[in-house]
Structure formats: structure tokens, C-alpha cells
């Protein structure tokens, strides 16, 4: 405590005007700077146990994918049964949003080892939303010891947000304006203060994460160079993106389903995790690369020839396989496997269609889907240009407003709705009860 004391004591002078500190950075700045070396840490460390898992499971295949999967899930339920459920993005958003940014880190132990556990065996969910949780309730811890209240705390986890979003994607302005677009489209603007916070976060993350894991530095999935043809480029990526956007509906009717269907009877987190599990590892066995959440799978769908009946085939049940993993207990966050989705349906596209650009097509198809389905059209664009080195990024963001405005009035993530609706439906209220 006294070490607390002289910590908050001293930083103070940072904070005074005059001959102390004539600059416009004060202790905030360090703090700032200091949530995103630790988020950098965590997603750092996060990630290494993350791929010594997944490569340790990756041994067992064809038919042993199903039991495996099985009792992974089967794990991954006992924990949330008995750690405590974390929660999903909606949680995290309605906290930040209703709940003065306060983010519970007594939630963390469960989400990380059942996100381990649900991603390494080879869920269809990637390790964004648990990156976020961690990293965003990093933030209120350490708004809590400085004292911080109000929107300098919510800024704070918001700014955590975005560091473990940044580490994961290598884009600190894309993942800055994700942690703002996420909590709702139509109200970014309430949470502006927090951009320059999340700004700063995400920068000294993504350093620690690249020196740690040397991810982020460069393009992760191998697109050709893109090159500029005409005005009708903007056309085609409308068009693409109509096409991308329709496929989100089909996944959001797809999760509607499947959550019917998993909420029908009732049952223990981990019966209903192993039941998922087994689902996962059937459609795992028949089609290989819908397993996994899609960080490497993309670049295998670039690299292999694959007809399009097979590819179809992948697009099904690859939107199957994240309903059910996003319905059945599952822990992880689903926009890389959009991705994937979208990138999937561009190589159709281009099959069908042959004379278009396979570049354009593919980025448009990524860029509506997720668009369509979280909402958050700008930082879309921004990380779909770092992720593919897709340098001119103006038809991206033709493509993924396309997805914006055309996603259903309802969204996906409940969170986004307006407060009078969430008051309105009881049922919403749930993720505020933390």
C-alpha cells in the first residue's frame, strides 16, 4: 500500500502545470502507455499458449477430431461451470456502456482457459473477444488503483480494449476505432474522449506483441497485388458486397437457429459445450478447414486450388460450424472466422466469374460480412487493409458501408441496441447484472 501511495504521489508532478510539465502529456500518458505494454504481455503470453496447444492437439485427426473436440468442450464447460460463466462481447459492451466501463477481472481466469480450450481444439472462434475481455478489465483494475472515475475510467478500459484488439490484428488505428464502433454504431461518438487513450495503448501493445510473437509486421494473408482497372472497381464492390452481405443474414438466421434449438431444453454448460464439441467434430472430419478459427485456414484457400462444389460445401458448413460454436457455450469472438467466410465466397465468386479481380472480390466479401454482422463499418476497412496489404483501401470501404446498411434493423450483438429497447426486453438485462 505505501508503494501504491508513493506511486500516485509522485506522478502527480507530472500532472502540474508550469516549470514541472509544460508539455501537453501528463501521468495519464504514462498510464496509457503503460495498460498497453501490459496488454501487449498478455496477448503475448496468451498467444504462445495458444499455439503450443493448438499444434499439441493438431496431432489428432481424421476421426479422432470428434472425441477430441468432444471432451475439449466437455473441459472447457466444467470450467465455465465451476470458475464461473465470463460472459461474451455482449457483456463486456453493455458493462462499458451501462456500467460506468467497470470490467470484472475476477472473469478471466474462466475465459481463458475455456477460450484455450475451445480454440486450440479447433472452434470455429478466434481469440479477439477474450483478448478484449482481458486486456479491458486489465484496464479497469488499474483504473481502480489510480482512482480514476467516470469517463477517464471508461476511457482506461476502452483504451484496454484496444490494446489486446491491436495485438491480435497489428493495426492500432483499426483496433482503436473497433473498441469505439463495437459499443454502438450510431453512438462512437459519446466515447471519443477514448481515442486518443486507446491510441496510445495500442501502439505500445502492438510494439511488445511484434517483439514478442513477430506478428503484425506485415500482411498476413497473401493476396495478389490489387491494381486500379476503373471506376466500375466501386461498382464491383457494391456488387460483392450485396452478395457477402446476404451470406451475413444467412449466418445471423443460422446462430438464431441454433440458439433456439441449444436453449430449447435446458442443461448444464457442459453438456451443452459437449454437444457443440461433437457437432464441431464431425463437421471438422468432412471438411478439415472449416476447423480452426481461419488465421492460417485463408491462406490455404488461397493456395489450393479447390473446385467450387467443395468450396460451397466449406461455406455451409463453415457458417454452421461458428453458429454453433457461438450458441453451444463455446468461448472466443467470431471475426476472423467472417473473415474467412467472406474470403471463402470471393473465391467462388471469382470461379463463377472469372474476368473479375480475385483481390477485389475476396476483400469486399470479408469487408461486407463483418460489417453486416458487428457494425463497425470504419475499423473494418482499416484492418482489412493492414490484414491483406490491400494499399488502396477506398473500394474496402465502399464494400463494407454496402454491409453496413444493408445488415438487419436488429443487430446481431443485442449490446448495440438502444438502451430503451434493452429496458424494454427483459431478457437483454442479463449481460448487466455484473
Not at 1 to 16: A, H, N, P, V
Not at 168 to 175: H, K, M, Y
Request: hydrophobic share 50%; aromatic share 14%; proline share 4%.
Amino acid at each position: 500500500m505505501k508503494l501504491k501511495r508513493k506511486i500516485i504521489k509522485y506522478s502527480t508532478i507530472l500532472d502540474r502545470q508550469g516549470s514541472y510539465n509544460p508539455f501537453v502529456f501528463s501521468r495519464i500518458f504514462l498510464l496509457w502507455a503503460f495498460l498497453g505494454l501490459t496488454g501487449g504481455v498478455i496477448a503475448g503470453i496468451y498467444w504462445i499458449v495458444l499455439e503450443f496447444l493448438t499444434h499439441e492437439l493438431a496431432f489428432f485427426n481424421g476421426w479422432m477430431v470428434i472425441p477430441v473436440m468432444a471432451i475439449c468442450g466437455l473441459l472447457a464447460g466444467l470450467v465455465i461451470h465451476f470458475f464461473g460463466d465470463p460472459g461474451e462481447i455482449n457483456l463486456i459492451v453493455n458493462n462499458i456502456r451501462f456500467n460506468k466501463g467497470k470490467l470484472d477481472p475476477g472473469n478471466n481466469p474462466s475465459m481463458i482457459l475455456s477460450s484455450l480450450l475451445c480454440i486450440a481444439s479447433g472452434g470455429s472462434l478466434g481469440p479477439e473477444s477474450p483478448l478484449v475481455q482481458v486486456t479491458g478489465s486489465t484496464g479497469s483494475w488499474l483504473g481502480k488503483i489510480f482512482r480514476l472515475k467516470g469517463e477517464e475510467l471508461r476511457s482506461l478500459s476502452i483504451a484496454g480494449m484496444a490494446s489486446g484488439f491491436t495485438a491480435l490484428f497489428g493495426a492500432p488505428l483499426g483496433g482503436s476505432l473497433f473498441s469505439l464502433e463495437i459499443l454502438h454504431h450510431k453512438h462512437a461518438l459519446e466515447y471519443y474522449k477514448a481515442i486518443i487513450p486507446a491510441l496510445v495503448a495500442s501502439c505500445f501493445s502492438y510494439v511488445i506483441f511484434a517483439l514478442i510473437i513477430h506478428l503484425g509486421l506485415r500482411p498476413i494473408w497473401h493476396l495478389s497485388a490489387f491494381e486500379y482497372s476503373g471506376k466500375f472497381d466501386f461498382v464491383y464492390a457494391i456488387l460483392f458486397a450485396i452478395a457477402a452481405t446476404a451470406i451475413g443474414w444467412g449466418f445471423i438466421y443460422s446462430t438464431k437457429a441454433f440458439k433456439y434449438l441449444f436453449e430449447k431444453k435446458s442443461m448444464p454448460i457442459f453438456m451443452k459445450t459437449s454437444i457443440g464439441g461433437i457437432l464441431l467434430g464431425v463437421i471438422a472430419y468432412y471438411f478439415p478447414l472449416t476447423r480452426y478459427f481461419g488465421h492460417h485456414e485463408i491462406n490455404q484457400l488461397l493456395i489450393n486450388n479447390l473446385s467450387i462444389g467443395l468450396l460451397l460445401s466449406i461455406l455451409i458448413f463453415k457458417i454452421i460450424a461458428i453458429s454453433i460454436t457461438v450458441t453451444s457455450g463455446w468461448r472466443g469472438g467470431f471475426i476472423i472466422p467472417l473473415f474467412f467466410v467472406g474470403a471463402t465466397l470471393g473465391i467462388i465468386i471469382h470461379h463463377l466469374f472469372p474476368g473479375t479481380n480475385q483481390t477485389l472480390t475476396i476483400v469486399s466479401c470479408m469487408a461486407a460480412i463483418n460489417a453486416c454482422v458487428t457494425r463497425t463499418p470504419m475499423s473494418t476497412t482499416i484492418l482489412l487493409a493492414t490484414l491483406t496489404g490491400f494499399s488502396y483501401f477506398v473500394p474496402i470501404l465502399f464494400a463494407s458501408l454496402t454491409g453496413y446498411f444493408l445488415a438487419p434493423q436488429k443487430p446481431f450483438l443485442s449490446s448495440q441496441m438502444e438502451h430503451n429497447e434493452n429496458v424494454l426486453n427483459p431478457a437483454l438485462n442479463i449481460f448487466q447484472k455484473k
